[in-house]
């Protein structure tokens, strides 16, 4: 969802960004969710104690210097005694107005690059393939960055071969939530947009390349 890049564009300052960084286990919503705080409220990240501590602490966020930010976790269960019982980290920034010009370029599928620093957090647009943000591991601090896809994230697609089949496949995918990447080893198929040629010995150096949640499919 991209509507929190509208919700940023119309808000008035002084607002702040809430912003789901991971979930774990049963948890409201899923990591990505925003909602902002100003004069009023845009958007939701599900409701109930959670987001009530959440706008809470944004408010409170608003006393500080723009740009300001602090790292949430809430064990939901244990601090805030909601049943579904899972685990939610939120980022929480005072949104600096000086600091929106990215947002002109924020279209499409392009990457938004997201780094916290000492004073502020700095986005920028980038084209990048987007890092998956996970509550398992280390809590972020400062220097900590990460990359998103502006929109819904489309998996990427590495297809093999480019015959009648790999055609109509590749066909579809274009109306699918795929980055197609398409292959094949034959020279006279080169004409056929979006194939790439490679030797018959680069194909194992494609796979290989492949991002880790990359479907692969063969056409043989």
């Given at each position: 969802?991209?509507?929190?890049?509208?919700?940023?564009?119309?808000?008035?300052?002084?607002?702040?960004?809430?912003?789901?960084?991971?979930?774990?286990g049963?948890?409201?919503?899923g990591?990505?969710?925003?909602?902002?705080?100003?004069?009023?409220?845009?958007?939701?990240?599900?409701?109930?104690?959670?987001?009530?501590?959440?706008?809470?602490q944004?408010?409170?966020?608003?006393?500080?210097?723009?740009?300001?930010?602090?790292?949430?976790?809430?064990?939901?269960?244990?601090?805030?005694g909601?049943?579904?019982?899972?685990?939610v980290?939120?980022l929480?920034?005072?949104?600096?107005?000086?600091?929106?010009?990215?947002?002109a370029?924020?279209?499409?599928?392009?990457?938004?690059?997201?780094?916290?620093?000492a004073?502020?957090?700095?986005?920028g647009?980038?084209?990048?393939?987007?890092?998956?943000?996970?509550?398992?591991?280390?809590r972020?601090?400062?220097?900590?960055?990460?990359?998103?896809v502006?929109?819904?994230?489309?998996?990427?697609?590495?297809?093999?071969?480019?015959?009648?089949?790999?055609?109509?496949?590749?066909?579809?995918?274009?109306?699918l939530?795929?980055?197609?990447a398409?292959f094949?080893?034959?020279p006279?198929?080169?004409?056929?947009?979006?194939?790439?040629?490679?030797?018959?010995?680069?194909?194992a150096?494609?796979?290989?390349?492949?991002?880790?949640?990359?479907?692969?499919?063969?056409?043989?």
């Amino acid at each position: 969802m991209s509507d929190w890049l509208d919700w940023l564009r119309d808000a008035r300052a002084p607002a702040a960004l809430i912003t789901v960084l991971a979930s774990e286990g049963s948890a409201p919503r899923g990591a990505g969710t925003r909602m902002v705080v100003g004069a009023d409220v845009r958007g939701t990240i599900g409701g109930g104690a959670l987001e009530f501590a959440a706008v809470e602490q944004a408010r409170a966020l608003l006393a500080r210097p723009p740009g300001s930010w602090r790292i949430q976790d809430y064990p939901l269960g244990p601090l805030l005694g909601q049943c579904c019982g899972g685990r939610v980290r939120l980022l929480i920034e005072h949104v600096d107005p000086a600091g929106l010009d990215w947002l002109a370029e924020a279209t499409g599928a392009r990457g938004i690059a997201t780094t916290l620093t000492a004073t502020r957090v700095e986005r920028g647009i980038v084209d990048a393939v987007p890092t998956r943000l996970s509550a398992r591991g280390e809590r972020p601090s400062v220097g900590a960055s990460f990359v998103e896809v502006v929109g819904a994230y489309r998996r990427p697609l590495y297809l093999f071969g480019a015959g009648h089949v790999g055609q109509a496949v590749a066909r579809h995918a274009e109306h699918l939530p795929f980055a197609l990447a398409w292959f094949d080893t034959r020279p006279d198929l080169a004409a056929i947009d979006g194939v790439v040629i490679v030797p018959d010995d680069a194909v194992a150096d494609c796979v290989a390349e492949a991002p880790a949640d990359a479907a692969i499919v063969v056409m043989t």
